[in-house]
């Protein structure tokens, strides 16, 4: 096993997370929020997807599936495309109100999709390229590739205590 099937595994994974936690949600339990402030699994699942697509599409040097396939058009947000959660301020994330739990999975999915083949590509060699030289240490492919599955895993494991709490309410 080399390090490209190490992390295609460990993104299999969040997969299976992001499925488990939307798996059976209506629109009331995607979009419910804990507190007038708490992301709701919708919007969790949303931005999670959007920062792995928006990361791997400027790693792999291609256009990010949100924009490119239509998917900002369907979910039809009040939001710029180029939006991807980080910093939302209450009213944005309110903005992401999930009505179609197949629509939220497509939309991963295409994304897993695209990092799975954009990992397969790359030689362990390839993850120690510094991309980004403006941190100390610098920024490699593997660091970013860390950060984002990192970023993923912290997600949906809030949108999966969340999605319980909602299936109980």
């Known amino acids: 096993m080399n390090s490209s099937d190490v ?4 993104f299999g994974r969040v997969r299976s997370d992001v499925h488990r936690a939307v798996e059976g949600l209506d ?15 919708g ?7 959007r920062v792995q697509d928006d990361h791997i599409a400027d790693l792999a040097g291609v256009q990010q599936a949100y924009t490119s396939q239509g998917w900002a058009e369907s979910f039809g947000f009040d939001l ?14 309110a903005a992401v109100h999930v009505t179609d739990p197949a629509l939220l ?11 799975v083949d ?3 590509t790359l030689s362990d060699e390839d993850l120690d ?14 660091v970013r590739i860390i950060s984002v599955l ?6 949906a494991g809030q949108a999966a205590f969340v999605a319980g709490i909602a299936r109980r309410a």
């Open 7 to 10: 992390l295609v595994d460990a």
């Open 27 to 41: 629109e009331r339990a995607l979009n419910l929020r804990l507190d007038g402030d708490a992301n709701p699994v």
């Open 43 to 49: 919007w969790l699942v949303w931005h999670l997807t």
């Open 80 to 93: 710029d495309p180029a939006s991807i959660g980080y910093g939302h301020t209450t009213e944005q994330v």
């Open 105 to 115: 999975v497509g939309y991963y999915d295409a994304v897993h999709d695209r990092t």
């Open 118 to 120: 954009y990992l397969r």
């Open 129 to 142: 390229t510094v991309i980004d030289d403006a941190w100390d240490p610098p920024v490699t492919r593997g």
């Open 150 to 155: 990192d970023d993923d895993i912290q997600h």
